[in-house]
């Protein structure tokens, strides 16, 4: 094949060339311009992203710290409440324990008091009962008979008193 140069082809390459200098002077330095803004605005919206998913990790990082210190103080609470729950009751039990054993010492000294006031009367009771047999004694004079009927009514005189 051989190679044929014409004019038309001559023209051709010329016009060719002449398009890429006007191309060159009239529409890549704006086609390079727009080119370039756009990549500064993917590289512009790619760092702000990139700010703003920081931005939400130190946000979750700090949201988990904050759930973690409340957990922290909600144990701490239910600790420092349980154990002052326990102290109360403690506190309740042993103020129990005193209002019985006051109670006790109470109506132990009450019964004492009783019993020394029973014994008294019974006492009296018993010198009275003393005297009367003493007395019938000396005006009936001392038989078996009469001792043995003295006996008998000092048992059911006795028996017939209130205790």
């Given at each position: 094949m051989e190679?044929?140069f014409n004019?038309?082809l001559?023209?051709?390459?010329f016009?060719?060339l002449?398009l890429l200098?006007l191309?060159?002077?009239v529409?890549?330095k704006?086609?390079?311009?727009?080119l370039?803004?756009r990549q500064?605005?993917?590289?512009?919206?790619i760092?702000?992203a990139?700010?703003?998913?920081?931005?939400?990790?130190?946000?979750?990082?700090d949201?988990?710290?904050e759930l973690?210190?409340?957990r922290?103080?909600?144990q701490?609470?239910i600790?420092?409440?349980?154990k002052a729950?326990?102290q109360?009751?403690?506190a309740?039990?042993d103020?129990?324990?005193e209002?019985?054993?006051r109670?006790k010492?109470?109506?132990?000294?009450d019964?004492?008091?009783?019993k020394?006031?029973?014994?008294?009367?019974?006492k009296?009771?018993v010198?009275?009962?003393a005297i009367?047999?003493?007395?019938k004694?000396?005006?009936?004079?001392l038989?078996?008979?009469?001792q043995e009927?003295?006996i008998q009514?000092a048992?059911s005189?006795?028996k017939?008193l209130?205790c």
């Open positions: 190679l044929k004019a038309t001559l023209a051709q390459i016009h060719f002449l200098v191309l060159r002077l529409a890549y704006p086609l390079m311009r727009i370039e803004e500064k605005l993917v590289a512009d919206r760092a702000q990139e700010q703003r998913q920081a931005e939400a990790e130190r946000i979750k990082a949201m988990e710290a973690r210190r409340a922290e103080e909600a701490q609470i600790e420092r409440a349980t729950s326990e109360q009751a403690q309740i039990m103020a129990a324990k209002e019985a054993a109670l010492e109470s109506a132990m000294t019964i004492q008091r009783e020394d006031k029973a014994l008294a009367e019974l009296d009771q010198a009275n009962l009367l047999v003493a007395g004694v000396i005006r009936e004079g038989t078996a008979e009469a009927k003295l009514d048992i005189e006795v017939n209130p």
